[in-house]
C-alpha cells in the first residue's frame, strides 16, 4: 500500500493553536500587559483601555493579541517620555511679555 499523506487533521492542532493565542480571556491578557483582571474589568466597565469583545455563548470578555499590542503603542505615543514630540524639555522655551514700568 503506498503511504497515505498527513492526514488533514494533523493541521487542526496548529490552527487551534493560533486561534488560542490570537484571542486572549481577561486572565491571560492581564498577565500579558503585566496588570490584574481586576484593572481590565473595571476598564472594560469604564470604557477605557484595551478594546474587548464578548465571544461565544457564554459571553466571555475577549481581547485580540494585535489590538493589545496595537493599544501599548498608542500609549507609549501618548507618553511624552516615550514620544519626544510630545516632551516639554524638547519645546522651545517661551519669553514672558515684557512689562512697562509706567504703571
Same mark, same amino acid.
Given at each position: 500500500? =503506498?503511504?497515505? =499523506? +498527513? =492526514?488533514? !487533521?494533523? *493541521?487542526?492542532?496548529?490552527? #487551534?493553536?493560533?486561534?488560542? #493565542?490570537?484571542?486572549?480571556?481577561?486572565?491571560?491578557?492581564?498577565?500579558? +500587559?503585566? +496588570? %490584574?483582571?481586576? #484593572? $481590565?474589568?473595571?476598564?472594560?466597565?469604564?470604557?477605557?483601555?484595551?478594546?474587548?469583545?464578548?465571544? /461565544?455563548? !457564554? /459571553?466571555?470578555?475577549?481581547?485580540?493579541?494585535?489590538? $493589545?499590542?496595537?493599544?501599548?503603542?498608542?500609549?507609549?505615543?501618548?507618553? &511624552?517620555?516615550?514620544? *519626544?514630540? +510630545?516632551?516639554?524639555?524638547?519645546? *522651545? =522655551?517661551?519669553?514672558?511679555?515684557?512689562? &512697562? %514700568?509706567?504703571?
Amino acid at each position: 500500500m =503506498p503511504a497515505d =499523506p +498527513l =492526514p488533514a !487533521r494533523a *493541521t487542526a492542532p496548529a490552527a #487551534t493553536d493560533a486561534a488560542r #493565542t490570537a484571542f486572549l480571556n481577561v486572565k491571560n491578557a492581564a498577565e500579558y +500587559l503585566g +496588570l %490584574s483582571p481586576h #484593572t $481590565l474589568y473595571v476598564w472594560r466597565h469604564r470604557r477605557q483601555g484595551p478594546p474587548s469583545f464578548r465571544m /461565544g455563548p !457564554r /459571553g466571555r470578555v475577549m481581547y485580540r493579541r494585535e489590538a $493589545l499590542d496595537a493599544w501599548i503603542r498608542e500609549q507609549e505615543q501618548a507618553d &511624552s517620555r516615550s514620544n *519626544t514630540v +510630545l516632551s516639554p524639555l524638547s519645546a *522651545t =522655551p517661551q519669553q514672558r511679555p515684557i512689562r &512697562s %514700568s509706567n504703571a
